[in-house]
């Protein structure tokens, strides 16, 4: 595998279900992001692992929890959602520190329908 | 005030000729990056190009060009030789450091569709 890994595709959950997308990096990358994408919006950055320290949360409801176990992987949690949560969900990685472009690197989503 | 602008909605273009996306931004931090990126219908953000605010050549990536007017504010991106699968939604981006973070907080544009035609 090379790049950057989202699974499940597409994903399909009741209210009540609780379930985690997961996000896998190759590129020896040291920041992971969550954004996620509605219809007719930008991109919105939900969170920002850097060095596995959590340095960003942007006032995202408690219903969404990260997880970043090593520099590699990152899971968001899943629990209680609604249907406004319905959307693209995507991944991305990049390396930062000195000398870095900081590009971010993104995976290609996981589509989340909230019944 | 948005800090990217993408005023294009849609553009259309003949295969094999050249297009021009626009995107205009907002900052007052003096080390900033602008990126492009391509997502085709399968949702993929895919990276296309990038420009640092102290790079003093326009920065290219094969077909992909990035015409920077700093005093403007300016990062359109031209596509030259248009292909049929170059139709997809393009975003503009960009990458601020603020607040003494370690990281750069990248924000998106709305994005253009471009469609390519046979």
């Known amino acids: 595998e090379t790049g950057v890994t989202q699974t499940p595709r597409h994903l399909v959950m009741g209210m009540t279900n609780k379930k985690s997308l997961k996000c896998e990096q190759h590129?020896?990358?040291?920041?992971m992001y969550w954004y996620k994408q509605s219809a007719k919006k930008p991109l919105e950055l939900m969170f920002v692992y850097s060095l596995e320290e959590r340095v960003e949360n942007n006032s995202v409801p408690s219903r969404f929890s990260p997880e970043c176990p090593n520099s590699s992987h990152l899971f968001l949690h899943l629990h209680t959602l609604q249907p406004e949560d319905s959307a693209l969900y995507l991944c991305?990685?990049?390396?930062?520190?000195?000398?870095?472009?900081?590009?971010?690197?993104f995976g290609p989503g996981t589509r989340l329908t909230v019944l | 005030a948005q800090k990217i602008t993408q005023t294009q909605p849609g553009m259309f273009v003949q295969e094999k000729e050249a297009v021009t996306l626009d995107c205009t931004y907002d900052t007052s931090d003096p080390s900033y990056g602008l990126f492009w990126y391509k997502q085709p219908s399968s949702g993929e953000m895919i990276f296309l190009i990038y420009?640092?605010?102290?790079?003093?050549q326009n920065a290219t990536e094969g077909r992909y060009s990035l015409n920077f007017q700093k005093a403007r504010k300016s990062a359109n991106l031209v596509i030259s030789a248009s292909q049929l699968g170059d139709s997809a939604m393009y975003f503009c981006?960009?990458?601020?450091?603020?607040?003494?973070?370690?990281?750069?907080?990248?924000?998106f544009g709305q994005g253009t569709i471009l469609t390519v035609h046979p």
């Open positions: 420009q640092g605010s102290y790079d003093q």
């Open positions: 590129l020896g990358h040291n920041a």
């Open positions: 981006a960009m990458r601020e450091r603020t607040g003494g973070t370690s990281y750069g907080k990248l924000t």
């Open positions: 991305a990685s990049s390396k930062i520190g000195q000398g870095a472009t900081d590009t971010q690197y």
